[in-house]
């Protein structure tokens, strides 16, 4: 996530799927908030809603820490 103030910890959110024909995975947090690392077919997410429990700020930007029910 780049800015400050887009979602708040404790916030239910829709995570939706991409999938390039490469067989990995990427995750978004809608509306396109914050976007995941690379996931392989074997690490693939089921889930598609989840919970912020932690926004940590880096030098990179924001992280978000989501929990999912899988």
Do not use: C, D, H, W
């Amino acid at each position: 996530m780049e800015r400050q103030g887009l979602v708040e910890e404790g916030q239910e959110v829709v995570i939706s799927e991409r999938s390039p024909s490469t067989g990995r995975y990427t995750y978004l947090v809608e509306p396109s908030v914050a976007m995941s690392g690379i996931y392989r077919t074997n690490e693939r997410i089921k889930a598609r809603k989840g919970v912020i429990r932690k926004i940590e700020e880096t030098e990179k930007g924001f992280y978000l820490i989501v929990e999912m029910e899988e």
